[in-house]
T-cell receptor, first 110, second 112 residues
Framework: GENVGLHLPTLSVQEGDNSIINCAYSNSASDYFIWYKQESGKGPQFIIDIRSNMDKRQGQRVTVLLNKTVKHLSLQIAATQPGDSAVYFCAEGANNDMRFGAGTRLTVKP | DSGVTQTPKHLITATGQRVTLRCSPRSGDLSVYWYQQSLDQGLQFLIQYYNGEERAKGNILERFSAQQFPDLHSELNLSSLELGDSALYFC???????????FGEGSWLTVV
């Protein structure tokens, strides 16, 4: 089947720096993408989404970029804070099928 | 708070036993999903229901079953439990099934 970023890399950043978390997807039919944040022992929390007719969407301190040409999705977090430490999942949706990647663990150093 | 409620939050049981996990979706959501997450693993999709009917099936074992009731709450039944079934089980819901999925806080299952 199609996979979405199955590996679980780790990103360590200094507090106050910007973070960029990447996700590769392989289903070219996907038309809806979501980023989730999961803190230890909690359920994934919706952060931001983007549809395939857009290439950029901004939220509060977060920006999602979609590059359909190379099937790449990224999440940018501005001025990363200790509370941003978590596992971040990307998810892609196509035809009522939502698939999740394994996630990236973000650690923020004070 | 996502609005998705799961019970129990924690559960410890012995191998060979059967447990039932319960989920109440967000108000107005018709679609319910079940996911399994083992330690340091991604979210493994198990099954999805929409308005009482099974809509999609993922990596759900034959020992596991689920249903969605007329009031839209859902239950995930896990039987003949094995040590490897120890995991976090998440329920999630969405309005119609092609939109944002909101997750509950999960049910921690430990099989000993």
């Amino acid at each position: 089947g199609e996979n979405v970023g199955l590996h679980l890399p780790t990103l360590s950043v200094q507090e106050g720096d910007n973070s960029i978390i990447n996700c590769a997807y392989s289903n070219s039919a996907s038309d809806y993408f979501i980023w989730y944040k999961q803190e230890s022992g909690k359920g994934p929390q919706f952060i931001i989404d983007i549809r395939s007719n857009m290439d950029k969407r901004q939220g509060q301190r977060v920006t999602v970029l979609l590059n359909k040409t190379v099937k790449h999705l990224s999440l940018q977090i501005a001025a990363t804070q200790p509370g941003d430490s978590a596992v971040y999942f990307c998810a892609e949706g196509a035809n009522n099928d939502m698939r999740f990647g394994a996630g990236t663990r973000l650690t923020v150093k004070p | 708070d996502s609005g998705v409620t799961q019970t129990p939050k924690h559960l410890i049981t012995a191998t060979g036993q059967r447990v039932t996990l319960r989920c109440s979706p967000r108000s107005g959501d018709l679609s319910v999903y079940w996911y399994q997450q083992s330690l340091d693993q991604g979210l493994q999709f198990l099954i999805q229901y929409y308005n009482g009917e099974e809509r999609a099936k993922g990596n759900i074992l034959e020992r596991f079953s689920a249903q969605q009731f007329p009031d839209l709450h859902s239950e995930l039944n896990l039987s003949s439990l094995e040590l490897g079934d120890s995991a976090l089980y998440f329920c999630a819901s969405s309005v119609a099934g092609r939109d944002t999925i909101y997750f509950g806080e999960g049910s921690w299952l430990t099989v000993v």
